[in-house]
């Protein structure tokens, strides 16, 4: 007892005589953590890293993972250059055989699955409605067709994957993953080359998160859409802002084709000369037609519709649909409203009187326009989209029988030269007889720390 008093008694002396000296140290120490903590993102910055941790927006699981994430741990049968020409990948070599109704396709020599195991003919996991599947041995497999599809090698470019998340002569294989709730919240790709970083997604609902996850240090890169917010972070000295476009997503306004008047083309053509998309070119770069300039398909030539306010008027006006009485539906998504709110503006100029509709994911049903991004193919075969046979992807019910044919031959096409000149004038047609308008394609913002 009289040791504990002794030391009791020292304790509070010192304190006495330094009182001053340890609430200035513990002030000062206080600072500084507060300060590290607010400096931590540019302090990251500042040391080089072998890690690259990227941030991404949305609720992924095992089967629907970002062609980004898929691209770089495992490959196709085949894949598609710049210039659309099938390049094998995993396969080898393939023969066309029974009029074009039977593929045979040979695997390369000693393939591995990330994990070390052997990759063979019975792990190719491709599924398609009217093809039957046959493994003959370990690098033999068959494509049996119900009738000749000459551009069906380009359906097996997509990634073969196996749970959980084991690929095939990638660049990067998963080391590690996270899940809540069975969605992603992170996964780490480790490089199979030594010169390559090792990179780690994390995952987050929405924008907000996204961006403070980032001002918290927590990830080194990141994608937005919104220029007033990738602006803000022009001023961060430790970060670098580029913008590019995003070729894969186009927003379109489609049309219900089966609903007066968008039954008649002329209407339709007269809509959309109604439209200035000069008032577009600070979201995305504007589009003409259903095929991105990046595609080797592209036609040059192809102009939209010149922006003609009076004779869009003049026409809308005869034919009752610039009325008072008459009122159009357009369903669309929350985050596109400031598009819809400059089209709704646009429309009422030539006495269009429309009705916005809010949805969900789901298609709606009850529609005269639908605005909304298109996924657009990386070929140019859009067949599911805009065939009259086509009841799921062909959205707005359009029939054109040019159209259609079209889009038969150039399926039916495998000379890239012949596909070509299908697609020019396929491009040339679609204009004139518009299933819907094409607007643009958005600006991305990448934020990355240097």
């Keep these: 007892m009289k040791t504990i008093r002794y030391y009791y008694w020292l304790i509070v002396e010192f304190a006495k005589k330094n009182i001053r000296l340890i609430l200035l140290s513990f002030l000062v120490s206080f600072i500084g953590i507060i300060g590290l903590i607010s400096a931590s993102p540019y302090i990251n910055g500042l040391i080089p890293s072998r890690k690259e941790i990227i941030g991404y927006i949305g609720k992924y699981d095992m089967s629907n993972l970002p ?87 380009t359906y097996l470019r997509a990634p073969i994957l196996k749970y959980p998340l ?17 969605t992603f919240k992170e996964i780490v790709l480790e490089p199979n080359k030594k010169d390559l970083k ?29 220029k007033s917010v990738a602006d803000t972070f022009k001023t961060w000295k430790n970060s670098i802002v580029s913008k590019s476009v995003d070729y894969s997503r186009l927003l379109t306004i489609f049309f219900n084709s089966d609903r007066e008047p968008l039954v008649d083309k002329d209407v339709r053509q007269a809509i959309n000369e109604s439209i200035d998309r000069d008032q577009f070119k600070e979201y995305g ?26 004779q869009s008027e003049k026409l809308l006006k ?13 369903a669309t998504y929350y985050d596109y409203l400031p598009t819809a709110d ?14 916005l509709k809010i949805i969900s994911y789901e298609k709606p049903s009850d529609f005269e326009f639908l605005l909304a991004y298109w996924k657009v193919p990386s070929d140019p075969d859009q067949y599911y989209f805009w065939h009259s046979t086509q009841t799921i992807g062909n959205i ?17 096409t495998i000379d890239i030269k012949e596909r070509k000149g299908i697609y020019y004038d396929y491009q040339k047609n679609i204009i004139d007889d518009p299933p819907a308008i094409f607007l643009y394609y958005p600006y991305v913002y990448t934020i990355r720390r240097k």
């Design 67 to 153: 062609e980004e994430i898929t691209s770089k741990v495992t490959n196709g049968l085949v894949y598609l250059n710049e210039k659309g020409e099938i390049v094998p990948t995993l396969a080898s070599t393939w023969e066309i055989v029974n009029q074009g109704k039977e593929y045979r396709f040979h695997l390369k020599d000693q393939l591995l699955w990330s994990d070390g195991k052997k990759f063979s003919a019975y792990d190719v996991s491709y599924q398609f409605k009217d093809v039957n599947k046959k493994v003959i041995d370990d690098k033999t497999i068959y494509f049996i067709l119900k009738k000749p599809t000459p551009i069906f090698p």
């Design 166 to 182: 084991l690929g095939v002569a990638g660049l990067y294989k998963v080391s590690s993953f996270h899940m809540k709730y069975g």
């Design 198 to 226: 090792t990179i780690i997604y994390k995952f987050y609902n929405n924008e907000t998160q996204l961006i403070n996850a980032y001002k918290l240090g927590e990830i080194n890169s990141m994608v937005i859409t919104k």
């Design 285 to 310: 770069e504007l589009a003409v037609g259903p095929i991105p300039p990046t595609s080797w398909a592209y036609n040059p030539d192809v102009k939209n519709p010149l922006y003609d306010f009076e």
């Design 318 to 330: 005869k034919i009752g649909v610039a009325s008072d009485s008459a009122s159009l539906s357009v």
């Design 342 to 355: 400059i089209l709704d503006a646009q429309f009422k100029k030539v006495g269009i009187r429309t009705n």
């Design 396 to 412: 707005g019910n359009y029939k054109n029988v040019k159209i259609d044919k079209f889009l038969e031959d150039g399926r039916n």
